[in-house]
Each structure stands twice: as structure tokens, then as C-alpha cells.
């Protein structure tokens, strides 16, 4: 596998490339003409709770005609297992995140994209880039594009528990006498990153994504290490709405959480920040797959192409904090949707961006030993 430290991108580097194409991309047709002629039927969506609002859902049966069915999971492994039990059938489109692709290409759940029927030129050109590396294309074929991009890093009670950028650290997650809520085997990465930053790791962590002896060594230091502080954890998540529970109903003054969570909560009025440590904030990509079993190809690719409009990105982000690959998207944003980004990327921060490598299957089960032994320790 290549270098990650040569792949990684941050939200400035996303950016960059936007300027030159902006202008085009915003005075484009509002969506392609082809998107316009369907007109008619039906797109099954299986897609992130809380990514796509009535909003979103209503705008896009408005400038199509197409009437988009929106399921929601939690987990890619919800969306993974999902998919295989139906044999790749039963949605047009799905929202994996970019790392885990090659696991739905393995078992046949996905297929190639016809890059020709994608409006290319509507995504920033680095993600669009830099998804080759993160899991996007499988021998020499592409089964997404990136929509998005957001952050695992530090929620944190403003009041009870203030955290500033440059000393919140994934350890404020395991110190004694935390409230923490956090995600089993993603907390174990946020550890990890702790550990090694502190040179208590055997080796670097991202070994333990390209050689499977490299990860048991690994992970048992992390595995130990979590055990014995696991009484720091008030509450373990798996999805967005217990993320969000931890803070409402069950104490919790930190957590390592995404982005999107924070931001749900700061709008209800709750104290509650969201900032990426000093370790590096994990940063994830996702963006739509077409299963092997779709119904409606043309439906799925007119959703593709609307989503990749500088409008629908905004909407995407307004609602949920989480950044659009659209380019000309970041201009229409909203104060508050670019002030929580400002907070929780102040300084170096998008520098630092730990990007999640590619998860192989043989990664995948020996992570979820890890997290069943240390959520039943």
C-alpha cells in the first residue's frame, strides 16, 4: 500500500483547486439536461441517518422529477451487511465511506461507474484525486464518488470540561476522573494515536493496516491500555443518535465523536464544542457507490450529478456540518455552518488530519476481536 503521509489532504488543500473551476461550475445549468429528461420514477437511497432532510429530499424531486426513497443505517457495517444479505440489490445508491469500498467491491456488491455519465468537472479536483488513493478505485476502476468529507476528533462540554486547540488531546478521553463517550474500535485508533504520540507504540500505528502480524502487535499495547482505563468510559456509541444521548441524558463532558454530532447538539443550544486534537482529527471521505443490483441507473446517476451541484452541497452542508466536495459549494455555506468549521479546525489543524487508510476485510476482523474484547472486558 502506498505511503498515506504522501495521500494526505485537508480541507485547504480540497479547496485549492476550486478556484479555478468555480465560476464554471457555478454558472453551469443548475443540472444537466439529461438529469432533467428522466423526469419520472423512482431512486432507492441507502444513505448516513441524518444526511439527507426533507430539504435536500424535496429539492432534488423538484429539479428532477425523480422521486428519491431515502433509507437510513448507522454504521457501514449496518449498510455492508445489509448489502450483502440482498445479494447487491434493493438500492441505486449507497453511501459508504471511502476506505471501505474495496470490502464492497470483494464481495461483489458494487460496480464500476461509468465516469461518462459524471459530471466530473462538479468535484474538487483533489478529492476527486486523492480518492484513487483512499479506496475509490479498485484495479483501475472507479465505484465512487466523493461527496463529502468530516472528522472524528474531540466533543467536549464547554462548560464543565473546556478543551483548546493545542493541548486537547485523545488523552483527555482516557485521564482518570473523564466522562467519555466514545466509539469502540475507532476509540482504539484515537488511543492509539495517543500512545504513539507519547513513543509507547512498538511501531508506527499505520503498520497495522498493511500487515496483519503488525496489527496484533499493535493492537494488544492498545487493547491493554484501553482495558485498564476503560473506567473512564461512561458510555459507548455506535450511531449518531447515542453519540448524541451520551451528552443529553447520560453525563458525558467529552467524546470522541464526528463532527456532525457536535454540531447537532451545539444547535439545540446544549454547550457543547467539537475540536480536532493535537494528534490529528481522524478524517474519513465518503461518497456515492452504485450497487451491483440497482434498479434505476439513470435515477442513481441524476442524483449523483444534482448532489455535485454548488446548491445541493451547501444544503448538505448547512444541515450537517459535514464538508461538500462540490465545487462553488463552500461559497454559499452558511455564517454558522463556517464558523463551526473555523472552531474546530483552528490553526494547523487540517495539517494534521489523520486520513482513515483503506480497511482490508482480514483488517476488518481482527479490529472487531479487538472491540468485542475490549467492550466485554
Known amino acids: 500500500m502506498e505511503d498515506l503521509s504522501m495521500t494526505r489532504i485537508d480541507r485547504r488543500g480540497l479547496l485549492r483547486g476550486a478556484a479555478a473551476t468555480a465560476g464554471v461550475a457555478l454558472a453551469s445549468p443548475y443540472l444537466a439536461r439529461g438529469a432533467m429528461a428522466q423526469g419520472a420514477g423512482q431512486v432507492n437511497i441507502f444513505a448516513w441517518a441524518g444526511y439527507l432532510n426533507d430539504e435536500i429530499l424535496g429539492a432534488f424531486q423538484e429539479a428532477t422529477g425523480i422521486t428519491p426513497n431515502f433509507t437510513p443505517y448507522g454504521t457501514n457495517d449496518e449498510l455492508l451487511n445489509q448489502l450483502r444479505a440482498n445479494n447487491g440489490a434493493g438500492f441505486d445508491l449507497i453511501w459508504p ?3 471501505r469500498v474495496p470490502n464492497y467491491v470483494e464481495f461483489g456488491l458494487i460496480q464500476p461507474l461509468d465516469e461518462s455519465r459524471i459530471e466530473v468537472a462538479k468535484v474538487l479536483p483533489s478529492a476527486w484525486e486523492n480518492s484513487v488513493n483512499l479506496g475509490a478505485v479498485v484495479d483501475g476502476k472507479r465505484y465512487q464518488v466523493p461527496t463529502d ?8 462540554d464547554t462548560e464543565q470540561n473546556p478543551l483548546e486547540y493545542g493541548t486537547a488531546s485523545y488523552g483527555d478521553l482516557w485521564k482518570d ?10 476509540s482504539l485508533i484515537g488511543l492509539g494515536l495517543w500512545l504513539e504520540a507519547e513513543g509507547k507504540l512498538p511501531r508506527p500505528l499505520l503498520d497495522a493496516f498493511t500487515d496483519p502480524d503488525a496489527q496484533i502487535e499493535i493492537f494488544d499495547v492498545i487493547l491493554a491500555e484501553a482495558i485498564a482505563r476503560k473506567g473512564n468510559i461512561i458510555q459507548f456509541w455506535t ?14 463532558t467529552v467524546g470522541q465523536t464526528w463532527d456532525s454530532t457536535a454540531a447537532a447538539l ?6 457543547v464544542g467539537f475540536i480536532a486534537p493535537k494528534e490529528g482529527a481522524l478524517a474519513w471521505m465518503e461518497g456515492l457507490s452504485i450497487p451491483t443490483g440497482a434498479a434505476n441507473l439513470d435515477g442513481a446517476y441524476a442524483f449523483i450529478n444534482w ?19 462540490a465545487v462553488g459549494s463552500d461559497q454559499l455555506t452558511s455564517d454558522e455552518a463556517k464558523a463551526f468549521f473555523a472552531a474546530a479546525y483552528p ?5 494534521k488530519l489523520w486520513w482513515w487508510p483503506i480497511q482490508e476485510s482480514w483488517y476488518i476482523t481482527k479490529r472487531n476481536e479487538y472491540q468485542d474484547r475490549f467492550l466485554s472486558a
Open 149 to 156: 468529507w468530516g472528522t472524528e476528533a474531540i466533543a467536549f
Open 307 to 325: 448532489f455535485l451541484t454548488p446548491e445541493a452541497g451547501a444544503m448538505y452542508t448547512n444541515a450537517t456540518k459535514i464538508n461538500s466536495t
Open 177 to 186: 476522573g473523564a466522562q467519555a463517550t466514545v466509539r469502540g474500535h475507532s
Open 266 to 271: 451545539a444547535s439545540e443550544g446544549l454547550p
Open 239 to 252: 450511531n449518531e443518535n447515542e453519540a448524541q444521548g451520551a451528552f443529553r441524558v447520560n453525563g458525558a
Open 347 to 351: 490553526g494547523d489543524a487540517l495539517e
Open 97 to 99: 465511506t471511502v476506505d
